[in-house]
T-cell receptor
Framework: KAGVTQTPRYLIKTRGQQVTLSCSPI?????VSWYQQTPGQGLQFLFE???????NKGNFPGRFSGRQFSNSRSEMNVSTLELGDSALYLC???????????FGPGTRLLVL | KQEVTQIPAALSVPEGENLVLNCSFT??????LQWFRQDPGKGLTSLLL?????REQTSGRLNASLDKSSGRSTLYIAASQPGDSATYLC???????????????FGKGTKLSVKP
């Protein structure tokens, strides 16, 4: 089976712009989670989607939003980008609640 | 609020040494605990997952233990190799009121360097 894929892998944006990141989970996985990783804060949970419904949400401002499609693919959107949004954004999927998550390679976002 | 702490932040050992990485968490109401490995600039690879009812899990040279009452987990790596060099992350999945799963809460990791 193919692993979790994320596109694009690298992205450079300027402050005030918006960005959309995409994640394709492993085939058959219905849960997709998003994380932000920075050197200062480490890995922080953004949100989780299951069967197109947001199931959990982390402590991030409303500029961060996401959605999941019927084929389980997920997108994450960040509006009005700030310098502090520069980070590695990781997506992870899992098949069942008691199983581990499988992570994608991440999208590295740089905001100038 | 659940907090996960990993000590030490960095560790350097000679090849062949056995080593232990530590993880502590503040709230014993957890669904499970996981150990991940992250290579520079890459995503995470799952190493071991311990359900809240379990005490330990083993995979090859790795053994992870869980003591919920004391809020601790350890990852034991036997006969370390240069290829084990990476950052090791501990993550706790919270157990919400009512028994539903919460999100994964990560420690900041231990950066391991195994010298040939």
């Amino acid at each position: 089976k193919a692993g979790v894929t994320q596109t694009p892998r690298y992205l450079i944006k300027t402050r005030g712009q918006q960005v959309t990141l995409s994640c394709s989970p492993i085939s058959g996985h219905r849960s997709v989670s998003w994380y932000q990783q920075t050197p200062g804060q480490g890995l922080q949970f953004l949100f989780e989607y299951f069967s197109e419904t947001q199931r959990n949400k982390g402590n991030f401002p409303g500029r961060f939003s996401g959605r999941q499609f019927s084929n389980s693919r997920s997108e994450m959107n960040v509006s009005t980008l700030e310098l502090g949004d520069s980070a590695l954004y990781l997506c992870a999927s899992r098949q069942r609640d008691y199983e581990t998550q499988y992570f994608g390679p991440g999208t590295r976002l740089l905001v100038l | 609020k659940q907090e996960v702490t990993q000590i030490p932040a960095a560790l350097s050992v000679p090849e062949g040494e056995n080593l232990v990485l530590n993880c502590s968490f503040t709230d014993s109401a957890i669904y499970n605990l996981q150990w991940f490995r992250q290579d520079p600039g890459k995503g995470l690879t799952s190493l071991l997952l311990i359900q809240s009812s379990q005490r330990e899990q083993t995979s090859g040279r790795l053994n992870a233990s869980l003591d919920k009452s004391s809020g601790r987990s350890t990852l034991y790596i036997a006969a370390s190799q240069p290829g084990d060099s990476a950052t090791y992350l501990c993550a706790v999945r919270a157990l919400n009121y009512g028994g539903s799963q919460g999100n994964l809460i990560f420690g900041k990791g231990t950066k391991l360097s195994v010298k040939p």
